[in-house]
Antibody, heavy 113, light 106 residues
């Protein structure tokens, strides 16, 4: 199971950190992604952290977002800096095991002045 | 970057119809291809991975095929509960979703 938290309403340029608490498996041994969905739009992959620790980002967030994990808390994070209006949407964390097989319920981020 | 293009963007079919959605990659993605179903207001659900392997619990009326750059998702007999938006995804680097295909009942 995955449970996201940390979403909210922020102004452009602000920062926000999303959390994704995992249960039933270890975040350290898993490939975990963040996926977002703007209102009324399709799915957009954001970032992944592999079991070995390598990280990858979509071009749209590279240099602004950082994915990380904490084994002691069994939690995945997404640090989002320099937020823009088009970063608004529902953010899902998901485990990747032959595709994204376990998803959280999502947390909503709204960037607006 | 790899682009994933789905067609059609919208389709309307009758209950019992055979429905096919295509997904084309801008370059060879071997078999790192998954399909998802997202019902209105719900979390996406994995239907299939490595092109044609059905996720546990997914009805057998769903099937996948393809290789390289061209892939298809087929629903052999459309049911009312299949109303949803379907997405393909390349799940290797760079991970990319198609734009989605909305399926409705005629």
């Amino acid at each position: 199971q995955l449970v996201e938290s940390g979403g909210g309403l922020v102004q452009p340029g602000w920062s926000l950190r999303l959390s994704c608490a995992a249960s039933g498996f270890s975040v350290t041994n898993s490939d975990l992604s963040w996926v977002r969905q703007a209102p009324g739009k399709g799915l957009e992959w954001v970032s992944v952290i592999l079991g070995g620790g390598d990280t990858y980002y979509a071009d749209s967030v590279k240099g602004r977002f950082t994915i990380s994990r904490d084994s002691s808390q069994n939690t995945l994070y997404l640090q989002m800096n320099s937020l823009r209006d088009d970063d608004s949407g529902v953010y899902y964390c998901a485990r990747e095991f032959g595709g994204l097989d376990v998803w959280g319920q999502g947390t909503t981020v709204t960037v607006s002045s | 970057d790899i682009q994933m293009t789905q067609s059609p963007s919208f389709l309307s079919a009758s209950v019992g119809d055979r429905v096919t959605i295509t997904c084309r990659a801008s370059q060879d993605i071997t078999n790192y291809l998954a399909w998802y179903q997202q019902k209105p207001g719900k979390v996406p659900k994995l239907l299939m991975y490595v092109v044609s392997t059905l996720q546990s619990g997914v009805p057998s009326r769903f099937s996948g095929s393809g290789s390289g750059t061209d892939f298809t998702l087929t629903i052999s007999s459309l049911q009312p509960e299949d109303v949803a938006t379907y997405y393909c995804q390349h799940y290797n680097n760079p991970r990319t979703f198609g734009q989605g295909t909305k399926v409705e009942i005629k």
